[in-house]
């Protein structure tokens, strides 16, 4: 069974940065594509960023560039996600996903699993 489990979250100050780590379990880690998605109060799940199954292509939505960095680990099967010059806007519940297969998607239905998600808050 699919396992994820997020970890990195808390409360920073504006500028600051956080590194979040997905554990995964359960599954043939090296096969899939993973993302990392956030919902904020009221809001839609948004794709933050997603990686290709073998790292060799990633995706950032816009407000993200230059900002956030994923990442991942095969051996561990650990996905990540650097995050700095954080802003209040990227408060959220951020969760990671497997894809359904190599090449990731950039829709939520095609993630069919997540993880329970962690906080993040940035605020002064």
């Known amino acids: 069974q699919d396992r994820l489990v997020e970890s990195g979250g808390g409360l920073v100050q504006p500028g600051g940065s956080l590194r979040l780590s997905c554990a995964a379990s359960g599954f043939n880690f090296d096969l899939y594509s993973m993302g990392w998605f956030r919902r904020a109060p009221g809001k839609a799940s948004e794709l933050v960023a997603a990686i290709t199954s073998n790292a060799d292509n990633s995706y950032y939505t816009d407000s993200v560039k230059g900002r956030f960095t994923i990442a991942r680990d095969n051996d561990l099967n650990t996905l990540y996600l650097e995050m700095k010059d954080l802003k209040p806007e990227y408060t959220a519940l951020y969760s990671c996903?497997?894809?359904?297969?190599?090449?990731?998607?950039?829709?939520?239905?095609?993630?069919?699993?997540w993880g329970q998600g962690t906080q993040v808050t940035v605020t002064s």
């Open positions: 996903a497997k894809g359904q297969g190599p090449l990731f998607s950039l829709t939520p239905p095609s993630y069919p699993a």
